[in-house]
């Protein structure tokens, strides 16, 4: 006997809060009244995961999905487009929930001035090392703030608009696979079949313009 492809829409670990049990609509269509297809419910957690920082403990500035569009006024649509596009910097998958309950978001960088976070940062939600988001920005001259911490150190980062600027320009290999919906082996090839490499000098930084017919 096969697993069974329906979930209750009555909340669950795969709606943890009727928040997103109201909004589930815009991504997932009821296969039958009352009822949503868990398959697709579980590639929608998927996608959203990749790449996430894996998170025992729920410390600081981590919060659930319901928590944050309660913090930050937004809809579960609009929280889902900015993972997806990268505009929301850090996601965390819980190791001790499954389901949309796993998924964490870090709203730290929201309350900065500026909407500035660092570019340690920036590179983890799109899953890239620092060093090889430092040097591409330092290498294609894009805009970033050098400042100088408290101890001494210099710090580079990233405002609002340096991070759209990133954007509107380039895609990482992670943000990519979440847009087009394809794991990493799958995406890969599709790229070695299209002959299309990354740019700048980097490892895993594409030309959001050779890909945007994998966008949305």
């Known amino acids: 006997m096969g697993w069974p492809r329906l979930v209750s829409a009555k909340p669950s670990r795969f709606q943890p809060h009727n928040l997103i049990r109201r909004e589930m609509r815009f991504f997932l269509h009821p296969i039958k009244s009352g009822f949503w297809d868990v398959w697709a419910a579980q590639d929608l957690i998927d996608g959203l995961l990749n790449g996430a920082e894996p998170i025992s403990f729920v410390l600081h500035d981590w919060c659930s999905l319901a928590e944050a569009s309660d913090r930050l006024q937004m809809t579960f649509p609009e929280i889902i487009d900015d993972i997806r596009s990268g505009r929301i910097a850090r996601v965390g998958k819980y190791l001790q929930r499954s389901g949309f309950a796993s998924i964490l978001i870090n709203l730290g960088h929201f309350e900065q001035e500026g909407g500035a976070i660092s570019i340690e940062t920036f590179a983890f939600s799109l899953g890239l090392r620092p060093s090889e988001l430092i040097a591409f920005v330092r290498r294609n001259d894009l805009s970033s703030q050098q400042l100088r ?21 380039f895609v990482s290999f992670r943000a990519l696979g979440i847009a087009a919906g394809l794991g990493w082996q799958a995406l890969q090839a599709w790229l070695d079949a299209s002959e299309i490499g990354p740019v700048g000098r980097s490892a895993r930084i594409y030309s959001r313009t050779e890909v945007s017919h994998l966008l949305p």
């Open 149 to 169: 911490g408290k101890r001494g150190n210099a710090q580079v980062r990233m405002s609002a608009a340096d991070r759209q600027a990133f954007h509107d320009r």
